[in-house]
């Protein structure tokens, strides 16, 4: 989720600061991290957050910068090169900032310090790593390794997503125009049978005549709830709302604990590779998991400073996985924990994959069969009547 900080820079210079995190403390941590004073913290609104021409495309800046650096140019000649095919007036601002910055001695780490609503702490640290090495290609390419298997699962999610949410919004519009089309019609015919007709039919009926007798009311009525459940659903906090209640269900709430993890150890393991130390490697990747791992995850780092070894920390404080416990401790004996935090979550990242594939395919037949009720109770006790009616005449 994206949120909107105020955060003080300077003694008396109060700015604005766009983050990305799991909810209002990871943005705070975030912004506390890059040496910010946090004033307030607000979801952002619809228009920023859905905004897609002022999201800086990042993936897509390292992909062009690994590739006009691998064809021979240098890092001033690359950002120039990209400055002058950039279209959106905004981001070519960015790259002559960046740019300036660099002319004027600044690394390329501090250059993209300046701007933290483009470039996040993860990647400035990473560029700042590979300076000492003198290998930036390598860095970008390791960024954007990290980035395409960070958006695996859920972009697998969102697609298996798809065909459930338009099952849910046809079954709701039929459901919708049985109830307020088609059953006040057929609650006509049945005024000279009131004694013939079911229990549950007949409140079908009732409503069918409360609807026609206040049609305006019930339009009214169903226009604002139907107003107030989109409004909900493209809010921040509604969409927050929504995803805590959802992630309460036991099975569900596992799920989303080794999807943070698969996410915490993929991030470890970049900054890790990068040359960033184990302690400055947890603190910056706080920022990306909720509330109560992060908890965990500074007692665990605590534990590390005082020289307790990572894969023992991680365990007593609820941050392992049996597969990832074991696989902490060959990290630790072989010294490649950067690989081995990698491999950690390539392997939750695959389970994730396998268990939203099954659930998807238990789910959407279940979700037919339960609209099918609904939708075929509904004509069953419409048409109950004339049954009744049609077995008194025999």
Known sequence: MRYSLKVLRAPNLVSALDIDAADEDGARAQAMQQGYVVLTVKAAGLN??????????LPLFSQEMLALMAAGLSLVEA???????????????????????????????????????????????MIRASERTGDLPEALRRYLTY?????????????????????????????????FYVVPRFSRIYDDIRGEVPFLSLLLMNWGKFVESNWIAAMVVGVGLLSAVIFTAVRPEGRAFLARTILRIPALHERNRIYQLARLYRTLGML?????????????SSGLIGVELRSGLQAASSRIREGVLMSRAMEEHGLTTPVALRLLRVGERTGHMGDMLE????????????????????????????????????????????????????
């Open 48 to 57: 920023r957050s859905w905004s897609l021409n002022k999201k800086f495309p």
């Open 79 to 125: 950002l120039e090169a990209i400055a002058e095919k950039e279209a959106s007036p905004e981001n070519r601002k960015i790259f002559e900032g960046l740019l300036n910055r660099l002319r004027q001695g600044l690394t390329f780490s501090a250059a993209l310090e300046s701007f933290p609503t483009q470039f996040p702490p993860l990647y400035v640290a």
């Open 147 to 179: 980035w395409q298997q960070s958006d695996m699962v859920r972009s697998k999610i969102i697609s298996a997503s798809i065909y459930p949410a338009v099952i849910i919004f046809v079954g709701a519009l039929v459901t919708l125009f049985l109830m």
């Open 272 to 284: 890790l590779r990068g040359g960033i130390p184990v302690l400055q490697a947890l603190e910056m």
């Open 343 to 394: 491999r950690i979550a390539a392997f939750h990242d695959e389970e994730l994959a396998r268990w939203v594939d099954w659930f998807t395919r238990l789910f959407e037949p279940i979700l037919m069969a339960v609209i099918g009720v609904i939708i075929g109770g509904v004509v069953i006790l419409m048409y109950m009547p004339i049954f009744e009616l049609a077995g008194s005449i025999q």
